[in-house]
DNA sequence: GCCAACGTTGGC
DNA sequence: GCCAACGTTGGC
């Protein structure tokens, strides 16, 4: 059997609560807190090794700020099940949680976060729910190609503990 | 801070 | 099942 394709995600967050720096400087972190069908179920289909682009929203500038892998598949958000958390969620049970979240750990800052306005010049990502008008998606799937656009317009494709030969 | 776009809620 | 009201997201 081939080796499983690493697949690509982006992953939103807003630099004031999490930025990318914290990830590197925790190390690993969950990613609970999402509280949306959709990208609950991108989470759900994520896999070990899975690469994600790391984008702060509600930031100056906004944009993709570094890369990171998924280091845990989902498992149910701890958060839905604590009361004082602003994520808790009384209708999830231990045998049916509501919630999922994933594991990251930080891959690779690039030497200067790749802007929104920049990702929208590339043509690989002119059809993507990130670039289109009123999207609210925190979490969402990217294909290989806008993957390595970025890595491209990052000036780190072929990085080393990357994605391999990138093809 | 503004506000457009979107998702969710709840009355009916 | 409809849809108005409401809350949230996120670019600007």
């Known amino acids: 059997m081939p080796p499983a394709r690493p697949r690509f995600w982006l992953l939103k ?3 004031d609560v999490f930025s990318y720096a914290d990830l590197m400087r925790v190390g690993r972190e969950g990613w609970n807190g999402v509280r949306n069908y959709q990208a609950r ?11 994600c682009l790391f984008y702060h929203s509600n930031a100056r500038p906004t944009g993709v700020a570094g ?3 998924v280091v845990r598949a989902a498992y149910p958000d701890d958060l839905q099940f604590d009361p004082a958390s602003e994520f808790y969620d009384p209708k999830s049970t231990a045998d049916n949680p509501r919630w ?18 920049t990702l929208r010049t590339l043509p690989e ?6 670039t289109s008008k009123g999207s609210r998606l925190s979490v969402l799937p990217v294909t290989p190609e806008q993957f390595h656009a970025a890595l491209r317009a990052m000036g780190v494709e072929g990085r080393d503990g990357l994605v391999g030969s990138g093809r």
Do not use: C, K
């Open 13 to 15: 967050s807003e630099p």
């Open 67 to 69: 890369v990171a892998r």
């Open 41 to 51: 179920n991108f989470l759900r289909e994520m896999r070990v090794g899975d690469l």
């Open 125 to 130: 990502w002119q059809d993507s729910p990130l």
């Open 100 to 117: 999922s979240m994933v594991d990251v750990a930080p891959v690779l800052a690039p030497p200067a976060v790749l802007t929104l306005d």
